[in-house]
């Protein structure tokens, strides 16, 4: 199994580690105080939930943004990489980085699915979107024989009402991004969200030529 129909099946793992993460925090409202137990907590599930033909999880992997002018690393809080495509410089060519070449000490061409987290912990104040941002400037190359999946995670200590409609903001969030993509970008059917507190997960995604939101629990 590779490509496209590998992602797919990885999504279903990916699917239950955010919604077991979620029914943790629903069981108790102080288990998350910050971004990275989040991100913690989500690794460990990731890791517990990897299907039959699994994944690599890692932590702040980056990639080269050679298309910018900046030519600046990108940080991903979590990545899942297929392990038969991981290449390790240090191993298997310890002179690259000798040779002028600007390295993350590893490379990676092949299946991927890389999450973006996010967490409001004081109430009503809106989650910077600058992951949004950096997901329209990001060119998908090779897409069909090198495909990714992006998943973008906001949580928050809150209660969704009032003024904190943190599902609906987030909504707002992809169509902006769906509208401000670059000539190469990722497809937005690739793209996946999810907006939970203690009490209520949500999911987007886009499904027929729109972004639709929909409750997943309670």
Known sequence: MERIE????WKKSVDNAIFQTWKAFNKDQQLFLTENDVKCFLYNELRNTRPNQPYAVHSEVTHYANHQTDSAYRFRDLVLLNPAKIRNNTFEDPLENMQGIKS???????????????????ENIRINQNDLENLATYQYQEGENNPKYAILIWASKHGF?????????????????????????????????????HMEIHAIEWTGGAWDLRKIAP
């Not at 590998?6 to 099946?9: D, T």
């Not at 993350?104 to 004081?122: A, D, L």
């Not at 769906?178 to 969200?193: K, L, S």
């Open 6 to 9: 590998l992602l797919k099946y």
């Open 104 to 122: 993350k000490g590893f490379s990676h061409i092949g299946e991927s699915v890389f999450f973006e987290i996010k967490f409001q912990r004081i």
């Open 161 to 197: 009402f009032g003024e904190n409609i943190l599902p609906d903001q987030m909504v707002l969030a992809v169509q902006h991004f769906t509208n401000h993509v670059g000539a190469v970008y990722i497809p937005f059917e690739n793209v996946f969200a999810f907006v939970f507190n």
